[in-house]
């Protein structure tokens, strides 16, 4: 029997169980749903080779699902853990096995988000959301150097639009929040909105705090033949941070129980970011050409304190202040030469300069392991190690993409982008007493090509029916990142490079099934890694191997199920790691903190009015927690669910995240040697919303 003729009946079986009462339920066509990560033009999901994932706003406010975390949890081969070394409000994401935190690059509205340096996750903002975009591998053509193994790009309501609501809740441990997203008075010729989100995040340990204050204003101005549009952003940071947990052998210390904090008495994690965006679209002979400029400004007090990996309950503290100024700037030109072309040719530039000062107490106090004592402020701590850092940071890239409809099946997309990257680093320690200073600068420039090249083939379509079979090669790096540590890193490390393949295949059935199936590949070199010692260092190479799944299928308009899975096979192929005594050969073992298996399931019942209810299940399995692959962890199972009622203009909803309460490790720290953070504890809220709309 012919595919067509198989597929069609399959088809006709969808629709059939997909009408009720003689009438077919009429819902939207997820596959013709736009995104513009991967070519910052819309573009059709089908018609991308590359695996992107799509979370409407809608659903993040169903599931309530106000962090990285959460919002993710329905991605497969994606997991983003909530907290570590950036403080609670923060998260480390992986993808494609590789669980670093500065590995993919978080883009906020077209620009990036913690710019030159590292992402900024702990200011990333979910209220008054459109939409959230993942792309799996690198960019890099369209962001270059500061891509690497993903995208997550969140995108607001554009001016003038909102989801029109405000929103107060309060959580367990005395947890508050409260939001706002609305559209403000408009005219024919300037639209603008508002989001305000305000909350104060209290968990089991009683002296960690996540607390945030956003502000977002948006507004656009006819401006002759195109748009101006501005941007404005106040995100606020008020984080407690928790202690890591230690590790000891092959497993984790007993002797130190769940939420003991050892962290000095006036650690906090605060940061101030100010930003401001401008740009400019117009539209003319040559095609559309958009312009962006934006400015941040970010003011970071930093104070911790880590054990000691003897577990003698001996501790070292800092204390940082940190500013840093990002500025980005894209100029580019979409132009239609043909009907089937379509040409992307621009130019950016990502700038950073930050500066740090750290006053180190190292060996400041001892404090027993069953956490029953709060240990001195850092304020009553000699400093005998005093810290400096100035490192400026400039990525320039002059980019240009293809995209050729060779037939109406057929779609190619290559793209090729020239790469300048440029890195100033003044560093300073002075070890007190007696006085020992050391002052060293240092300067690395890197002149790169990186390609990108795909192609589609939909081989099957019959109304709203269709499969289409995508493959893609990418290469990228990335300079190695900063990580605004405690100690005297003069040195530059080298860059990361990687390279990648991905076939795979995506459609839609009866517009009420969509999937998308791929295999990876992705080799690289020079991964940046944090030893056991707590220094970074360059790791030979790794190669990353597996397949990622995903399908959505709306039994009605109002009530869907999700699923996805993936198997993920991440080794090192070259790395030898020195434990203290001798220098052990890591080759063909498994990275750190990478499962082979991730799978998530979700049930999602969302009228528009009336009883509502999601529940979402993920799964992360077996792991090491070394790279000598002796410390192993068992995989596990977190639920989220959420229950509520929907009026015409108002819902109350009970959620909880955690709901089995389970507490594994899931993020390693790379200040403090040897240790880990664990999952959140059980998590309950209870919401109430206002929609004018």
């Known amino acids: 029997m012919r595919i067509s003729t198989c597929t069609g009946l399959l088809a006709l079986v969808f629709k059939?169980?997909?009408?009720?009462?003689?009438?077919?339920?009429?819902?939207?066509?997820?596959?013709?749903?736009?995104?513009?990560?991967?070519?910052?033009?819309?573009?059709?999901?089908?018609?991308?080779?590359?695996?992107?994932?799509?979370?409407?706003?809608?659903?993040?406010?169903?599931?309530?699902?106000?962090?990285?975390?959460?919002?993710?949890?329905?991605?497969?081969?994606?997991?983003?853990?909530?907290?570590?070394?950036?403080?609670?409000?923060?998260?480390?994401?992986?993808?494609?096995?590789?669980?670093?935190?500065?590995?993919?690059?978080?883009?906020?509205?077209?620009?990036?988000?913690?710019?030159?340096?590292?992402?900024?996750?702990?200011?990333?903002?979910?209220?008054?959301?459109?939409?959230?975009?993942?792309?799996?591998?690198?960019?890099?053509?369209?962001?270059?150097a500061t891509s690497f193994v993903g995208v997550i790009q969140a995108l607001h309501y554009p001016a003038g639009q909102?989801?029109?609501?405000?929103?107060?809740?309060?959580g367990s441990y005395g947890s508050l929040r409260g939001s706002i997203s609305a559209a403000l008075p408009s005219s024919n010729d300037y639209q603008q909105s508002i989001a305000i989100d305000v909350q104060k995040r209290s968990y089991s340990d009683s002296r960690e705090v996540a607390g945030n204050q956003n502000l977002l204003y948006r507004g656009e101005l006819n401006l002759g033949v195109g748009k101006l549009r501005i941007d404005a952003g106040i995100h606020l940071v008020r984080d407690v941070p928790g202690s890591p947990v230690g590790r000891d052998g092959s497993v984790l210390t007993s002797l130190e129980p769940l939420d003991a904090n050892f962290n000095p008495a006036d650690a906090r994690i605060d940061e101030d970011k100010y930003q401001l965006v401008v740009g400019y679209s117009r539209r003319g002979a040559w095609g559309s050409w958009e312009t962006l400029a934006s400015y941040t400004y970010s003011r970071v007090t930093d104070i911790r304190g880590f054990l000691h990996s003897d577990l003698?309950?001996?501790?070292?503290?800092?204390?940082?202040?940190?500013?840093?100024?990002?500025?980005?700037?894209?100029?580019?030109?979409?132009?239609?030469?043909?009907?089937?072309?379509?040409?992307?040719v621009g130019d950016d530039l990502l700038y950073g300069f930050g500066r740090q000062k750290t006053l180190n107490s190292n060996s400041a106090y001892t404090v027993p392991l069953d956490g029953s004592v709060v240990p001195p402020s850092t304020g009553d701590l000699a400093a005998n190690e005093i810290v400096t850092l100035a490192d400026r940071r400039l990525f320039s890239g002059q980019y240009a993409q293809l995209d050729?409809?060779?037939?109406?099946?057929?779609?190619?997309?290559?793209?090729?982008?020239?790469?300048?990257?440029?890195?100033?680093?003044?560093?300073?320690?002075?070890?007190?007493?007696?006085?020992?200073?050391?002052?060293?600068?240092?300067?690395k420039s890197t002149i790169r090509l990186t390609e990108s090249l795909g192609v589609n083939y939909r081989f099957w379509k019959e109304r709203e029916n269709e499969a289409v079979v995508y493959a893609d090669v990418r290469t990228a790096f990335k300079?190695?990142?900063?990580?605004?540590?405690?100690?005297?890193?003069?040195?530059?490390?080298?860059?990361?490079?990687?390279?990648?393949?991905e076939v795979g295949i995506k459609g839609q059935i009866a517009s009420r099934l969509t999937y998308q199936w791929e295999a990876f590949e992705m080799s690289l070199s020079n991964?940046?890694?944090?030893?056991?010692?707590?220094?970074?260092?360059?790791?030979?190479?790794?190669?990353?191997?597996?397949?990622?799944?995903?399908?959505?299928?709306?039994?009605?308009?109002?009530?869907?199920?999700?699923?996805?899975?993936?198997?993920?096979?991440?080794?090192?192929?070259?790395?030898?790691?020195?434990?203290?005594?001798?220098?052990?050969?890591?080759?063909?073992?498994?990275?750190?903190?990478?499962?082979?298996?991730?799978?998530?399931?979700?049930?999602?019942?969302?009228?528009?009015?009336?009883?509502?209810?999601?529940?979402?299940?993920?799964?992360?399995?077996p792991r090491y927690l070394d790279a000598q692959n002796v410390a192993a962890v068992g995989g596990y199972v977190t639920l989220d669910a959420s229950i509520g009622f929907r009026t015409a203009h108002s819902q109350i909803t009970l959620e909880g995240t955690n709901l089995r309460n389970q507490r594994p490790p899931v993020t390693s720290s790379e200040f403090g040697s040897l240790s880990f953070y664990r999952l959140n504890t059980r998590d309950l809220w209870l919401r109430v919303a206002y929609h004018w709309s």
């Open 16 to 144: 059939s169980a997909l009408t009720f009462g003689g009438a077919e339920v009429a819902v939207s066509e997820p596959g013709d749903s736009l995104v513009v990560t991967a070519t910052r033009t819309p573009e059709p999901m089908l018609q991308i080779p590359a695996d992107v994932s799509l979370v409407e706003g809608w659903e993040l406010r169903a599931r309530d699902a106000l962090d990285l975390a959460s919002a993710l949890s329905l991605v497969s081969g994606v997991d983003a853990p909530a907290g570590g070394d950036a403080g609670p409000s923060s998260a480390v994401p992986s993808f494609w096995g590789l669980h670093e935190f500065d590995a993919f690059l978080l883009v906020v509205d077209g620009v990036p988000w913690g710019g030159a340096f590292n992402p900024g996750i702990s200011t990333l903002d979910f209220n008054h959301i459109e939409r959230v975009e993942v792309l799996k591998g690198s960019a890099p053509v369209m962001y270059g």
């Open 162 to 170: 909102a989801a029109d609501e405000a929103v107060l809740a309060l």
């Open 312 to 344: 003698t309950g001996s501790a070292d503290t800092q204390n940082q202040h940190r500013s840093i100024d990002d500025g980005y700037f894209d100029t580019h030109l979409v132009s239609n030469p043909a009907p089937s072309v379509t040409w992307v």
């Open 404 to 443: 050729w409809k060779l037939h109406s099946d057929w779609d190619a997309m290559a793209g090729i982008r020239l790469n300048e990257v440029v890195e100033n680093k003044d560093s300073s320690d002075l070890n007190l007493p007696p006085p020992q200073l050391k002052a060293v600068s240092a300067h």
């Open 479 to 501: 300079p190695a990142a900063n990580d605004f540590g405690p100690d005297f890193r003069p040195n530059l490390l080298q860059a990361e490079q990687s390279r990648s393949v």
């Open 527 to 621: 991964l940046v890694v944090a030893t056991d010692s707590g220094a970074l260092a360059n790791a030979g190479g790794e190669k990353l191997k597996g397949m990622d799944a995903e399908a959505r299928f709306h039994l009605t308009r109002d009530f869907a199920v999700a699923a996805g899975g993936s198997y993920h096979d991440a080794r090192y192929t070259e790395y030898a790691v020195f434990d203290g005594i001798s220098v052990i050969d890591v080759a063909g073992r498994q990275l750190p903190l990478s499962s082979h298996v991730l799978a998530t399931l979700g049930v999602l019942f969302n009228p528009v009015q009336g009883l509502n209810a999601n529940i979402v299940a993920k799964y992360v399995g």
